[in-house]
């Protein structure tokens, strides 16, 4: 291997071990995408456990899914760019159904009912549905934590290290 070749391979590595260590930790954007994709989940997965009761709210479940369909997408997009591919993004789903399905902490099929009611307001925009995700306590269990955030220095830090 030639000395072009081999400068070539270290520095393709190191830019993947540079991408694989940036998606370890979760951004804004993908965080509040899985928020999104949280509460639609629980909202789905609810209104099946809650389809045979008095509080049934399948059908307002179905029109929020149908309205809401553009943000679902582009939360949908995030995670699969956050995760790197479709087999990392399909095992996080499984496992947020499956936090679902013994039921959600403190709320009931009226509770969720509402959540629903709530999500249809957000009339499909996704900054609202984040909105509804957050007074819902939608808290996406994040391996890596949450990235911090890197900020710019000032024009008087840079001008007082010259």
């Given at each position: 291997?030639?000395?072009?070749?081999?400068?070539?391979?270290?520095?393709?590595?190191?830019?993947?071990?540079?991408?694989?260590?940036?998606?370890?930790?979760?951004?804004?954007?993908?965080?509040?995408?899985?928020?999104?994709?949280?509460?639609?989940?629980?909202?789905m997965v609810e209104a099946l456990r809650?389809?045979?009761?008095?509080?049934?709210f399948l059908g307002e479940y179905n029109r929020f899914v149908?309205?809401?369909?553009?943000?679902?997408?582009?939360a949908n997009a995030e995670l699969k760019a956050h995760f790197g591919g479709l087999n990392a993004y399909d095992n996080y789903m499984t496992t947020v159904a499956n936090r679902y399905g013994a039921g959600t902490d403190g709320m009931d099929c009226q509770d969720v009912a509402q959540v629903v009611r709530a999500g249809l307001a957000a009339k499909g925009s996704m900054d609202a549905l984040f909105q509804v995700a957050e007074r819902a306590n939608v808290e996406p269990s994040v391996d890596g934590g949450r990235c911090r955030a890197v900020s710019k220095p000032s024009a008087a830090a840079i001008a007082s290290r010259r």
């Open positions: 291997m030639g000395i072009i070749s081999k400068a070539f391979a270290a520095a393709t590595a190191t830019a993947m071990l540079a991408g694989s260590a940036n998606a370890a930790c979760w951004t804004p954007a993908a965080y509040q995408a899985a928020q999104v994709r949280e509460l639609d989940t629980m909202l809650c389809r045979k009761t008095s509080a049934s149908q309205v809401s369909r553009p943000a679902l997408i582009q």
